[in-house]
């Protein structure tokens, strides 16, 4: 399942208005079409959502973009999810919107940024927005081509997300030059987040 910006907004564009869309439409569509192929060449069928669904028991892979689709009344239902099994890749802000309901780019104003209460299955305690470039660390990370040190993402202003205070037992994938973390995997149960 990939919970997208595109679908999310043409759910919730009719009744919360134009002004509501922070991406243009032909960018929305782009992100839409990377990410599914991108699964699709992994092996996943991909099925498109707006908004989080009430199971998510029927599939091996949750990929979540969409910030607005996400509220703190759905991180018991990751969290199981994850424990027995399910994988979930958690994309760029997402993470703010599990800790406080927000429908605006500043979840932070809320302490948003406190990621405390999805800690334990989510695996790293503050969000930070941040810049410069993003480097793995480890080689062929999960089974990819990438080797340490290659760039995976550049940002020149400090709009760009990171995650501090990794739990133990997560694994580093890729660093901002400034040390904060870009990318890793955390083990929860039977599951993990990317």
């Avoid at 243009?24 to 989080?52: I, K, N, P, Y």
């Avoid at 029927?58 to 990929?63: A, G, H, K, P, Q």
């Avoid at 580093?172 to 990317?194: C, K, N, T």
Wanted: proline residues 4%; contains cysteine.
């Amino acid at each position: 399942m990939y919970i997208n910006w595109k679908d999310n907004w043409l759910i919730h564009y009719p009744e919360d208005g134009y002004y509501w869309n922070w991406f243009r439409e032909s960018t929305m569509d782009e992100w839409r079409s990377s990410v599914s192929q991108t699964l699709e060449q992994w092996g996943f069928e991909v099925t498109f959502s707006g908004d989080m669904p009430e199971n998510l028991s029927d599939y091996d892979l949750v990929v979540i973009e969409a910030y607005y689709a996400i509220e703190p009344k759905h991180a018991p239902l990751i969290k199981e999810y994850i424990s027995h099994g399910g994988g979930v890749v958690i994309l760029a802000g997402v993470p703010c919107y599990f800790s406080v309901y927000c429908r605006d780019w500043w979840p932070y104003r809320c302490g948003g940024t406190n990621l405390m209460s999805i800690q334990d299955w989510f695996g790293g305690r503050f969000y930070v927005n941040t810049g410069g470039v993003a480097r793995v660390v480890v080689n062929n990370p999960l089974g990819t081509s990438l080797q340490a040190n290659d760039v995976v993402y550049t940002r020149d202003d400090s709009g760009a997300k990171s995650i501090v205070e990794l739990n133990s037992n997560a694994q580093v994938i890729a660093r901002w030059d400034s040390g904060e973390v870009y990318a890793f995997i955390h083990e929860y149960g039977e599951g993990s987040v990317f």
